[in-house]
């Protein structure tokens, strides 16, 4: 039984582990490339957005809300909505990298206030000082976005996206080494 739950482990953290190494692959791909990497993910939001807006629309013509009919034109004009600038990203791929830089930046605005008010709230904390740090940093990167925009369209979508797979895929490694260790006997 050992053996075959050893075997089982094996077999599993072995497609983990490729899968982590193809992972942060893309990661670093995309950091070497970050607006080809840039322009593939507003691709992926633009195909996200257009499926959001047909599953709206669909949503709309439920039994549920089929019978109540300002409900249901509202979640047709939702669906339109997302629809339409779903399909405005797909053709103007660009322009669409530019908005998802703009609002990258302004999600980082709002994250290093709302982490500062939050340092202070917990000051005598340990480990506050940490949130206060982390807020200076997401200021500075909205702020280096947002004085280089729309230049760095070309490199912040594409960079961050690199970073979080890299990171991602050394932590699934990690997971999944650490998962092998302990089955593997010694």
Do not use: C, K
């Not at 490729?18 to 670093?28: K, P, R």
């Not at 998802?100 to 000082?129: C, D, H, K, N």
């Not at 797979?165 to 999944?176: D, E, N, Q």
């Amino acid at each position: 039984m050992e053996n075959s739950l050893t075997a089982d482990v094996h077999r599993d953290t072995t497609w983990s582990i490729v899968l982590s190494v193809l992972i942060m692959i893309a990661g670093f791909l995309a950091i070497a490339l970050p607006f080809i990497a840039g322009i593939t993910f507003t691709m992926i939001v633009g195909w996200m957005l257009i499926f959001a807006g047909v599953l709206h629309i669909v949503y709309a013509f439920q039994a549920g809300h089929a019978r109540v009919a300002r409900a249901a034109i509202w979640q047709v004009l939702l669906g339109a909505a997302y629809a339409f600038m779903g399909y405005y990203v797909l053709a103007h791929p660009v322009a669409g990298l530019a908005g998802l830089t703009v609002a990258i930046a302004i999600y980082l605005f709002v994250q290093a206030l709302i982490e500062m008010v939050l340092s202070f709230q917990l000051r005598p904390a340990r480990g506050a000082g940490w949130l206060l740090f982390d807020s200076i940093v997401a200021f500075i990167l909205a702020a280096m976005i947002w004085a280089t925009w729309p230049s760095s369209s070309a490199w912040v979508v594409g960079v961050i996206v690199g970073i979080s797979m890299l990171f991602g895929g050394m932590t699934r490694l990690m997971l999944s080494l650490a998962a092998r260790r302990i089955v593997t006997p010694a």
